[in-house]
């Protein structure tokens, strides 16, 4: 009985994971004061990006992504070396 159980847990996430990965999206606005910060990112921590394959939260590939952005606290953005306000 625990054998047919486990198969049939593993064929639900095999068919509900699909549908999860297509409902990403950006990161909501959080609750402080916040801006978009590009090109500061560890690779799969953004909240978003403007463009390219990597438009949902947490899919960036690489450190650093110039289109990829996350939320900072508002005036911080300046202030951390590699940080931009705009997607280059």
Request: a positive charge; one cysteine or more; aromatic letters at 6%.
């Amino acid at each position: 009985m625990k054998t047919r159980n486990l198969v049939a847990a593993a064929f639900v996430a095999a068919i509900a994971a699909p549908a999860l990965l297509s409902a990403q999206k950006p990161a909501e606005m959080p609750s402080f004061k916040a801006e978009k910060c590009y090109g500061i990112a560890k690779a799969g921590k953004n909240d978003c990006a403007s463009t390219g394959n990597n438009s949902c939260g947490g899919t960036s590939k690489r450190d650093g992504d110039k289109k990829a952005w996350v939320f900072v606290p508002e005036g911080f953005c300046d202030r951390i070396v590699g940080g931009s306000k705009t997607a280059q």
